[in-house]
């Protein structure tokens, strides 16, 4: 708790605010084109959301460890799934692993209302204390995200932020229709992206690149 309370603290100087200039430029380069996306990495400042030791890499287009075994995505995965989740103004989503917190700021900056689910208890905690600091705040909950959210179905949009060993069907359930998921799906090293968006009961599939996530836990991910 005490090290967010410090991250919070710091200021976000004209150097991050170049810094975070420079990022979005390279991913435009890297091919997201979406300037709404873009916007919204230009406006979250991620270097509040690391370590001290990790704070001059803040802005790298890289994924580093934020304890618990979790990791904050590499900038440019983070906008690559937020641009192919198409998101509107006002859209509900569901977003499984909470994780540092980052991606849920953006999708919040989009102007999306946001249920988050995370499986690990302690970052749980620390991420539901931290963020409303940052001025975002989207809907914490603790559980396992391969269930989806039933309760709160359904969803125009679902994020998975970790590698999933199969398309759990509850998640496809749980979207509307026209509504539309995006998940990392493979082993536990590498897995490919997909999309599916839902139509008139129909789920259409479309695969893209690769990328490496932590593992899905919980009973439609992978085991402990």
Known sequence: MGRFITLYMR????????LRNKLVKKLRLKGI???????????????????????????EDK???????????QPYTV??????LEIKKGDKV???????GYQAAILLELGA???????NRNLFEKTKSFLPQLGYNPFFVYGDGSKGLAAKAPFDKIIVTAGAPVIPSALTDQLSDHGI???PVGNRDTQKM???TKKNTKLIKEEFDQFAFVPLLGEDGWEM
């Open 11 to 18: 200021q976000d100087s004209y150097k991050q605010r170049g």
């Open 33 to 59: 084109k979406d300037e709404a996306v873009l916007s919204a990495v230009n406006k979250v400042p991620r270097h509040v959301f690391f370590d001290d030791a990790l704070l001059p890499h803040a802005y």
């Open 63 to 73: 994924a580093f460890p934020i304890g618990e075994g979790q990791t904050i995505s």
């Open 79 to 84: 906008a690559f799934q937020t641009e192919k």
């Open 94 to 100: 569901l977003e499984i692993g909470t994780g540092s």
């Open 113 to 119: 209302t946001v249920y988050t689910v995370e499986f």
């Open 181 to 183: 998921l995006i998940i």
């Open 194 to 196: 997909v999309k599916i």
